[in-house]
Nanobody, 128 residues
Framework: QVQLVESGGGLVQAGASLRLSCAAS????????MVWFRHAPGKEREFVAA????????YYADSVKGRFTISGDNAQNTMYLQMNSLRLEDTAVYYCAARARVALVPTMVGRPSEYDYWGQGTQVTVSS
């Protein structure tokens, strides 16, 4: 069994920064890729950012490009999301997920179905 646990969420003012963490634990596990999604009330779950460990390739949603940075250490089973210049529209529950299967097609990184394990989420609230 693999568990993913997010942390680092909170309430901040617009323009502030937060750093989310995602830690994987459980049986010996090395993911092929990890991702952040977010889900705001009344909206669809939204892809935020992803990283493929072997190539260290990163992907970002247009809405966060230039403001958010995904990073981590696959050997340590940890992933981070540095969020700068936060906006009201960034308010959501942020989820991390991991893919154990290999060969993730780049055009599929934003699809929730491509990921095998999910965390419980951490709330990020941005106020004016």
């Amino acid at each position: 069994q693999v568990q993913l646990v997010e942390s680092g969420g909170g309430l901040v003012q617009a323009g502030a920064s937060l750093r989310l963490s995602c830690a994987a634990s459980g049986r010996t596990f090395r993911s092929y890729a990890m991702v952040w999604f977010r889900h705001a009330p009344g909206k669809e779950r939204e892809f935020v950012a992803a990283i493929r460990w072997m190539s260290s390739t990163t992907y970002y949603a247009d809405s966060v490009k230039g403001r958010f940075t995904i990073s981590g250490d696959n050997a340590q089973n940890t992933m981070y999301l540095q969020m700068n210049s936060l906006r009201l529209e960034d308010t959501a529950v942020y989820y991390c997920a991991a893919r154990a299967r290999v060969a993730l097609v780049p055009t599929m990184v934003g699809r929730p179905s491509e990921y095998d394990y999910w965390g419980q989420g951490t709330q990020v609230t941005v106020s004016s």
